[in-house]
């Protein structure tokens, strides 16, 4: 009698464990290179930083835990030889063939929406000195992949503060924004916060999944 008792506990066990596996196993998704919108301010250049920003989505993703993030060569292989429109807005037939070749029931793709800079002037010892605040914003989207339907929207914000001379100088891998050179690692500051914070908007939504 124990014998059979602790056989049919046995099967529970294993009958509970895959149940709840199964409802807590994080749902799989792929991330899309972002797009970039054209002059969106007077005093903003956007910057070719697509790949930056799904890189940074990537990783915010995986440090959530709330997703099952496919690993970005796996999509590259995948769909290297495939005409389809990976990057920026996806239309829903396109975001059907992607969940098909890659496995997954849900994509995240978007826009760099612009790169800015907000900028005060001001001297020391007779050298000119500029107070910048490179801003960025992310437009991000989640979508099924077997309805094309939408399932959530969220735009991030990121700021980058630096300080720089106004002199002739050479600085290397620096951008020009409005009439100001600034670093790129500033911008990619920048851009890098603004994917957290839409990414951690994202997992904080009440999905149903």
């Known amino acids: 009698m124990k014998a059979v008792v602790a056989k049919c506990l046995t099967i529970l066990a294993v009958v509970w464990g895959s149940m709840c596996n199964s409802v807590l196993a994080a749902p799989a998704l792929a991330v899309m290179d972002f797009g970039i919108y054209q002059g969106t301010a007077a005093e903003s250049m956007t910057v070719d930083d697509g790949e930056s920003a799904s890189a940074y989505i990537i990783a915010r993703l995986v440090e959530s835990k709330r997703f099952d993030v496919v690993d970005k060569m796996f999509i590259e292989d995948k769909i290297a030889d495939e005409q389809l429109s990976v990057s920026g807005i996806i239309d829903a037939d396109s975001a059907k063939r992607i969940g098909e070749l890659l496995g997954v029931p849900y994509i995240i793709y978007g826009n760099v929406v612009d790169v800015s800079l ?45 300080a720089y001379v106004k002199a002739k100088v050479t600085r290397n891998a620096s951008i020009r924004l409005g009439n100001i050179q600034v670093s790129m690692d500033a911008v990619h500051n920048a851009v890098k916060k603004a994917a957290f914070d839409a990414v951690d908007k994202l997992v904080t939504k009440k999905l149903n999944l």
């Not at 001297?123 to 910048?132: A, C, K, M, R, W």
């Not at 339907?149 to 914000?157: D, N």
């Open 118 to 162: 907000d900028s005060t002037g001001g001297s020391y010892s007779g050298i000119g000195l500029d107070n910048n605040t490179i801003i960025s914003h992310i437009n991000l989207r989640l979508m099924d992949t077997r309805t094309g339907k939408i399932l959530a929207v969220v735009k991030g914000k990121g700021e980058s503060s630096a």
